[in-house]
């Protein structure tokens, strides 16, 4: 158990509804990563947050956005769903956003989009 | 833009036999990550390798890192069943701290 917490852990959908997929980081942890894990694209970066702030942008999706509470936990909005969305969606967290510290997954969020 | 290349992609092994996973990356990365991955479930962090020559070892795998070559290896010594997973590496893209995965290599350990 990595100490991420991930919310909900199956989540089916239909096309063009929005949903919120809900990430807590271990305690103390001030960087949430987003990534998905798709069979075609494999393990995509989306985004990243750091003490509220977003620090990195990756292959993320106009449709999609992210933001970071003040109490530190991240939200993953995914809107217009469309059937290529179905995957593995997963958080990350780290103690700060420097080089060579360890990210520590969550245990993610299966989405189907039918 | 980094890219991360790992082969093979798949890996059929039998127990007791010695196999090296290979990973190729692009440009400058300054870390270098192993993960693995168990069907169905999320990514266990296995080494962190931090600067050129750097070798790590946990129980059977071993990993090591040439920066100048631009290659990490993992080496599996007498595979156990238990290892059969798939193992993912990740390079840190330059001035980010956010991970470019290889595709993994699906490891499967026989008898």
């Known amino acids: 158990d990595s100490g991420v917490t991930q919310t909900p852990k199956h989540l089916i959908t239909a096309t063009g509804q929005r949903v919120t997929l809900r990430c807590s980081p271990r305690?103390?942890?001030?960087?949430v990563y987003w990534y998905q894990q798709s069979l075609d694209q494999g393990l995509q970066f989306l985004i990243q947050?750091?003490?509220?702030?977003?620090?990195a942008k990756g292959n993320i999706l106009e449709r999609f956005s992210a933001q970071q509470f003040p109490d530190l936990h991240s939200e993953l909005n995914l809107s217009s769903l469309e059937l290529g969305d179905s995957a593995l969606y997963f958080c990350?967290?780290?103690?700060?956003?420097?080089?060579?510290?360890?990210?520590?997954f969550g245990p993610g969020t299966r989405l189907l989009v039918l | 833009e980094l890219k991360v290349e790992q082969n093979p992609l798949f890996l059929s092994m039998q127990e007791g036999k010695n196999y090296t996973i290979y990973c190729n990356y692009s440009?400058?990365?300054?870390?270098l990550y192993w993960y693995r991955q168990d069907p169905g479930k999320s990514l266990e962090s296995l080494f962190v390798?931090?600067?050129?020559?750097a070798v790590k070892q946990e129980g059977r795998l071993m990993a090591s890192l040439d920066t100048k070559a631009r290659l990490s290896t993992l080496h599996i010594t007498a595979a156990v069943h238990d290892l059969s997973a798939t193992y993912f590496c990740?390079?840190?893209?330059?001035?980010?701290?956010?991970?470019?995965f290889g595709k993994g290599t699906m490891l499967l350990v026989s008898p």
């Open positions: 990350a967290s780290s103690p700060r956003t420097t080089l060579g510290e360890t990210q520590y």
């Open positions: 305690s103390g942890d001030l960087s």
């Open positions: 947050y750091y003490n509220g702030e977003e620090r």
């Open positions: 440009t400058t990365s300054d870390r």
């Open positions: 390798l931090l600067s050129n020559g």
């Open positions: 990740a390079g840190v893209n330059s001035g980010y701290s956010t991970l470019t």
